[in-house]
């Protein structure tokens, strides 16, 4: 069966940096179950893996646009401290719900801390930068009514509810 929208896709993949760095692996896991076509995984890794079948294997290299998008400055703020009330202690990587620039929920992180100033990014910590996924597609198949209805799959290396 080949991998097409609204298949229940298995991958087990190795995600690294252009400096060769492993970013993130489902080594030792399960592998990554996903609903082709459903925006569950990036863009440019779900192209690429159109058409293959299990036991494939691919290697690939996704520019920006087609992962979490190019680095936007505009996403990077400074806040004072005040801001974050109630939180004690505030440190580097720290991530926090905000109201995004179009008033929707996004994550930021705290990139720097100056005295009273807080420096939070909006961005994506991998945006702006090119990912290469080594994969083995390790099964695929008819995805079931309920999981084409929460637009995610259920069970190992899926959703659980």
Same mark, same amino acid.
């Given at each position: %069966? +080949?991998?097409?929208?609204?298949?229940?896709?298995?991958?087990?993949?190795? +995600?690294?940096?252009?400096?060769? /760095?492993?970013?993130? *692996? *489902?080594?030792?896991?399960?592998?990554? #179950? =996903? @609903?082709?076509?459903?925006?569950?995984?990036? &863009?440019?890794?779900?192209?690429? +893996?159109?058409?293959?079948?299990?036991?494939?294997?691919?290697? $690939?290299?996704?520019?920006?646009?087609?992962? =979490?998008?190019? =680095? *936007? #400055? !505009? @996403?990077?703020?400074?806040?004072?401290?005040? %801001?974050?009330?109630?939180?004690? !202690?505030? /440190?580097?990587?720290?991530?926090?719900?905000? *109201?995004?620039?179009?008033?929707? %929920?996004?994550? $930021?992180?705290?990139?720097? @801390?100056?005295?009273?100033?807080?420096?939070?990014?909006?961005?994506?910590?991998?945006?702006?930068?090119?990912?290469?996924?080594? &994969?083995?597609?390790?099964?695929?198949?008819?995805?079931?009514? /309920?999981? @084409?209805?929460?637009?995610?799959?259920?069970? !190992?290396?899926?959703?659980?509810?």
């Amino acid at each position: %069966m +080949l991998i097409a929208a609204n298949k229940a896709v298995s991958i087990d993949y190795t +995600l690294t940096n252009d400096a060769g /760095e492993v970013i993130d *692996s *489902s080594a030792g896991g399960a592998p990554l #179950a =996903y @609903l082709h076509g459903a925006g569950n995984i990036i &863009v440019g890794l779900e192209k690429a +893996l159109e058409g293959k079948q299990a036991g494939d294997e691919l290697t $690939v290299a996704i520019e920006p646009v087609d992962a =979490y998008g190019e =680095y *936007s #400055a !505009e @996403l990077v703020a400074t806040l004072n401290r005040s %801001m974050f009330e109630g939180v004690d !202690e505030l /440190e580097v990587g720290m991530q926090f719900h905000a *109201s995004g620039p179009d008033g929707g %929920m996004q994550i $930021v992180t705290i990139r720097d @801390l100056d005295g009273d100033d807080v420096i939070v990014d909006g961005n994506h910590p991998l945006a702006g930068q090119r990912l290469h996924f080594q &994969v083995k597609v390790v099964s695929v198949r008819e995805a079931l009514a /309920e999981e @084409l209805a929460h637009g995610h799959i259920h069970g !190992e290396g899926g959703h659980h509810h």
